[in-house]
């Protein structure tokens, strides 16, 4: 685990109850990544944090100076612990994410956060483009229901869906575990 950091992406407080994008399942994706991290504080392995500021027109939640975009109390940043602000889904977009790993030598990444199918998939994707081995937590991400065609698609169906698509071909993008055998495997 010598060269693995934990990237727990917006894990904000817009997407929980009460804010202005909650998701499915948010309160149980927080408190997985939780566990998660704790288990990298207690190992002093590397943690990152991920905070997306919304600076598109029109954008509603995760706005600059908000409550919403705060990073939610369950995994609140340490001193110590990189965090990196973000403005598109792929975190490695305009921030300084690669360069950082790189410069910490991490090959490995352990990916937690919100929302399943777009920040983090769209995340894990590029990392694996960039030669990281991933590993996502799958019950410490979190999504919402969406629409297509006219037709609700469910949250867990989506969520499901993109793991599974995430995972495909032998694990390709990403090896999907939940926050049980993570924890039991260490």
């Known amino acids: 685990m010598e060269k693995t950091a934990l990237l727990i992406i917006d894990v904000q407080n817009d997407y929980f109850p009460g804010g ?8 149980l994706a927080g408190t997985n990544t939780q566990q998660v991290l704790e288990y990298f504080r207690k ?3 590397p943690v990152i944090h991920i905070r997306h500021i919304s600076t598109n027109e029109g954008a509603t939640f995760f706005l600059p100076g908000t409550s ?3 990073i939610h109390s369950l995994v609140s940043p ?12 792929n975190s ?8 950082y ?3 910490e030598n991490i090959k490995d990444l352990v990916i937690t ?5 777009v920040c983090v998939e769209s995340t894990t994707r590029a990392s694996f483009d960039f030669g990281f081995n991933n590993m996502i937590i799958g019950d410490a991400t979190a999504t919402r229901d969406r629409e297509l065609n006219g037709r609700t698609v469910k949250a867990s169906e989506v969520q499901k869906s993109f793991l599974a698509g995430i995972s495909a071909l032998g694990g390709l993008y990403a090896k999907i575990v939940n926050t049980k055998d993570f924890l039991k495997e260490k």
């Open 68 to 70: 919403g975009a705060e």
């Open 43 to 45: 190992n002093k392995l």
């Open 20 to 27: 202005k994008m909650t998701l499915e399942g948010a309160e």
């Open 92 to 99: 490695f977009r305009e921030t300084d994410l690669l360069k």
């Open 113 to 117: 956060g919100m929302m399943t199918d």
């Open 101 to 103: 790993l790189q410069s």
């Open 78 to 89: 340490l001193a110590g612990e990189k965090v990196i602000e973000k403005h598109f889904p």
